[in-house]
């Protein structure tokens, strides 16, 4: 196949499409994508690989999952192979100008006469002789294409296909599957990126750009999750169903699979077709953690199903004409290895999305479903569902392969644990062949003790097969201390504890037995001694509900600790650096009827609380400092050069100054140390720019140099803002100031305010601009609209005056644009003229020099008019959070490009 009718028809200086060149062949079976492409018209690009290119077909209204559909599919040229991962806006006046998703992507094989997904030659050979005959028959293994199609040439011309679906399980006559018009990749619809979104290039298909280089571990042992007594929710956190089933590390080596329980067994003869379904995957090397379960004709794990189905722990004479055959199936839940990239230390969100793109399902690999956020709520369809329970997990939690962590967290509806059997006890009646029950133990400082007995829960298949696993281990000791009181009547036969059963109950007794438990099915996964009596730990002593990083909250809690720990001077350790703190006992806001007096000690405890929120918006900006040494009442002076010696972990970005006529140095504010240090500088307030020096993701065609003279940082990426902001400030007195004095805060004031944002945001959806609401911790509101880093400074601050004008016209008897303050009395200023390089505003999270410490603080809209500034102070902020989390927290991720807005006015 050849792409020289792709080269031919684009302009690779003009178009973000990817160039031709060979790439390497991947291992695994061949693979698909279908691209929705909103080009002069809408139409899917469905592209199958082979012959080293995409072979492409326009299928002008998409892929039907009804049988009797027959869509049109227009052969067109083909593609390179990398242009399956493309995604994006191509640009006005080239070839097929227009927005670019991946709707859907996986794997495929022909599948006339039989499958090729071990072999890609022979897939190739028979997809090329299926070419030239003109029918191609291929299943499909995507997220949303599933089964058998077929592409047949038609008589009126050797590009005019059609694209039907063979009748099999996955076909659907009543759902348009086409209703889903979202990514599988970055989650954007075409509609989203016409308004300007910006798809993350480190989410893109095939490709995994996170993680370290790093060679395949040839073994690791499954990271382990803490009980809690509760569930609880919280949009740090991510909450997945909890399966009844065997845990398996999967690792995948050039076509070879291995997968192994937690004890280091190795299962794979066991799941055979687990193993054949992850073998065809298109990576040389990968390790994914999951579970193993059987479903039920409910479609639901069944433990005892998957005992009967695994062949594990069958013995001759054990099976019955009765042993149910089950849909075994592997929920892969985590990747901690990808083609050369260790991703452990990565955050698991970024994981999941590697896991989800890198594992297309099949009939036996389903997708681990799983919900942000909303823990209640999810627990109680588990519970409906009658599934064991869910698990927590912190959004950027770590993978600590072997450990048991607080950054996951078990969450059962039904009690049950594994325990160790210690013997049996003689049965009676129909069990006069086998026993009555088996005693159960856990170790509790390497001593077994005794947990009750389980005689519920057998059938006469699982009596036979537990029967014949435990007589081997018989013994003439007891392996607990003493016989039990409750088996000293009893005739019992003891074992040696090396078999573990699983056990469902009611709860624990007084007596620390198990009350109505219920034998489940014997497990191999698990080594004897490691079973202990589990007690799940209280899950407000565990969580910090809205704590956006679990190290970055640990960090910020010692340092508080710290902190609270030193009356006037002392030091503080922190990201292994250790500096002095002083004057902690110092008055910086005085006292009041209403409040005591705020310290600089309280200060500092305050920036260490909100670290963790705070950071993110802090992070690769030039700051500007606002230094009160002696408080609020003693003066204070900006600072936005540092000229002395810097602490170690203090990073700074050299640029040019047109006022120092030469390159200095500004402060950046990257980690905790930075932040607390700042603060004992006396550095109040917080005024970071509006653009940054990192360039990732979207301006990775700007300049990083900043110094020299004032061009270069004219064309750098700090002349490139992030927002457009727009500085409500009332000029609406209360009366009571005094001459020549700003307005204070007064509740007609803010409400007026409070009107405008409201109109301005309405102002602003109608141009499709995403908009952000903060208090000013003064009087006034601040609304940043985020936008993908095109457009200067110049520019931005243009565009923020068109809308101001716009506003303006609409509410003349409101608002005000008026550089003379005389002009503005009575009336809400906007203020156009913070769009400029150097300039800044307060940071969110940032305490402001007024009585009372008030703090800048992001609102939902819905909260305006109701909510006053002064309800956000040094005191309440923290709750705030543990209430809502961070409101900004996606700012950067919702851009948008100004191009439309622009373009509308004429600019």
């Not at 644990?417 to 129909?430: C, D, W």
């Not at 600790?561 to 806001?589: C, P, S, Y």
């Not at 939902?860 to 309440?876: A, C, G, H, M, Q």
Request: glycine content about 8%.
């Amino acid at each position: 196949m050849t792409l020289e009718r792709y080269e031919e028809k684009r302009d690779f200086s003009g178009t973000n499409e990817p160039a031709p060149h060979v790439l390497e062949q991947q291992p695994g079976a061949l693979t698909f994508v279908v691209q929705k492409h909103a080009a002069s018209r809408l139409h899917y690009d469905f592209r199958l690989e082979f012959g080293g290119a995409l072979k492409s077909w326009a299928v002008p209204k998409g892929p039907s999952t009804d049988n009797a559909e027959k869509r049109l599919a227009v052969l067109v040229e083909d593609h390179p192979l990398d242009y399956a991962s493309f995604e994006g806006v191509i640009g006005d006046g080239n070839y097929g100008a227009g927005q670019v998703i991946v709707w859907d992507m996986g794997i495929y094989s022909p599948d006339e006469g039989g499958f090729s997904w071990h072999d890609r030659e022979e897939a190739e050979r028979r997809m090329l002789a299926g070419l030239d005959a003109g029918k191609l028959s291929f299943t499909l293994r995507g997220h949303k294409l599933r089964g058998s199609w077929t592409l047949v040439r038609t008589t009126r011309g050797p590009n005019e296909w059609l694209l039907i679906k063979h009748k099999d399980a996955h076909t659907d006559t009543e759902r348009d599957i086409l209703d889903d018009g979202t990514s599988v990749v970055c989650g954007l619809t075409l509609e989203q990126l016409k308004s300007g979104r910006l798809p993350d290039p480190s989410l893109a298909a095939g490709v995994v750009s996170f993680g370290r280089p790093a060679r395949m571990p040839r073994a690791l042992k499954p990271m382990l999750a803490h009980a809690v007594d509760g569930v609880f929710s919280s949009p740090g956190w991510l909450f997945e169903p909890k399966l009844d089933g065997f845990r398996a590390l999967a690792f995948l080596r050039d076509g070879n699979v291995r997968l192994i329980s937690r004890t280091g067994k190795d299962m794979t003869k066991n799941f055979k077709g687990i193993a054949d379904d992850l073998s065809v995957l298109p990576h040389r090397e990968m390790v994914i953690d999951g579970e193993i379960v059987a479903l039920g004709d409910d479609g639901l794990p069944d433990f005892v199903l998957l005992q009967n189905n695994a062949g594990m722990y069958k013995v001759p004479g054990a099976e019955s004409a009765s042993v149910k055959a089950a849909t075994i199936a592997y929920y892969p839940f985590d990747v901690l290895y990808l083609d050369g990239r260790d991703l452990r230390q990565a955050p698991l969100q970024q994981r999941k999305h590697a896991l989800r793109l890198a594992v297309p399902p099949s009939e036996r690999i389903r997708s681990m479903e799983y919900v942000e956020g909303e823990g209640e709520a999810f627990f109680r369809v588990a519970e409906q569902l009658g599934l064991e329970g869910i698990v927590a997990k912190r959004r950027d939690s770590r993978y600590n392969a072997g450990e048991r962590s607080r950054d996951w967290l078990k969450i059962k509806q039904v009690l049950s644990q594994e325990f160790v059997i210690a013997g049996y006890t003689k049965g009676e009646g129909e069990r006069a062949e086998t026993f009555g029950a088996v005693a159960l133990g856990y170790y509790d400082g390497g001593t077994l003790t005794y947990a009750g007995r389980a005689g519920s829960g057998f059938t006469q298949q699982t009596l036979r097969s537990t029967l014949a696993a435990l007589e081997p281990l018989q013994t003439d000791t007891c392996p607990f201390p003493a016989v039990p009181a409750d088996l000293e009547s009893l005739q019992v036969t003891w074992v040696q504890p090396e078999r573990v059963a699983q056990v469902k109950f009611s709860q624990w007794t007084g007596d620390g037995v198990l009350r109505a438990p219920v034998f489940l099915g014997l497990r191999d996964d698990v080594q004897p001694r490691a079973i202990v009596r589990e007690t799940p730990e209280p899950v407000s002593s565990v969580v910090e509900e809205t704590a956006p990083a679990s190290h970055a909250y640990t960090e910020s809690r010692d340092v508080v600790e710290q902190l609270a720990r030193i009356r006037k001077n002392g030091h503080v350790e922190t990201g292994g650096q250790r500096f002095a703190v002083t004057n902690m006992d110092k008055v910086f806001w005085p006292e009041t009827e209403s409040r005591a007096a705020v310290t600089k000690g309280d200060m500092l405890r305050y920036y260490a609380q909100v670290a963790p929120y705070l950071l993110p918006h802090l992070r690769d900006r030039p700051l500007t400092m606002t230094r009160y040494p002696n408080g609020i009442d003693g003066g204070s002076f900006y600072q936005k050069r540092w000229e002395h010696d810097l602490p170690p972990f203090a990073e700074t970005v050299r640029l040019f100054s047109t006022a120092a006529e030469g390159d200095v140095d500004y402060l950046v504010v990257n980690n905790l140390a930075t932040l607390i240090w700042l603060a004992q500088l006396a550095d109040l307030e917080l005024h970071p720019w509006l653009s940054r020096t990192a360039i990732e993701p979207d301006a990775v065609h700007l300049r990083e140099s900043f110094t020299g003279s004032k061009e270069e940082l004219r064309q750098s990426v700090l002349n490139y803002p992030d927002f457009i902001v727009f500085d409500l400030d009332p000029y609406i007195y209360s009366g009571e100031e005094k001459a020549g004095e700003e307005p204070e805060l007064n509740r007609r004031a803010f409400a007026k305010g409070a009107e405008v944002a409201l109109s301005l945001k309405d102002l602003l959806d109608q141009l499709s601009l995403s908009s952000f609401l903060k208090t000013s911790g003064k009087t006034g509101l601040h609304i940043y609209v985020p936008i993908l880093r095109e457009y200067d400074y110049t520019v931005t601050r243009k565009a923020c005056e068109l809308i101001g004008r716009f506003l303006l016209r609409q509410r003349p008897r409101d608002l005000t644009m008026e550089w003379s303050v005389s002009k503005r009395a009575g009336k809400i200023f906007l203020d156009h003229n913070m769009n400029v390089m150097g300039k800044n505003m307060a940071s969110i999270y940032s305490l402001r020099p007024l009585q009372g410490a008030p703090v800048s603080v992001p609102l939902r809209w819905d909260e305006l008019p109701d909510v006053y500034p002064s309800d956000f102070n040094i005191d309440t902020v923290h709750q705030r959070l543990a209430d809502v989390g961070d409101l900004w927290s996606d700012i950067l991720e919702a851009k948008h490009d100004l191009r439309r807005l622009l373009e509308a006015a004429g600019e």
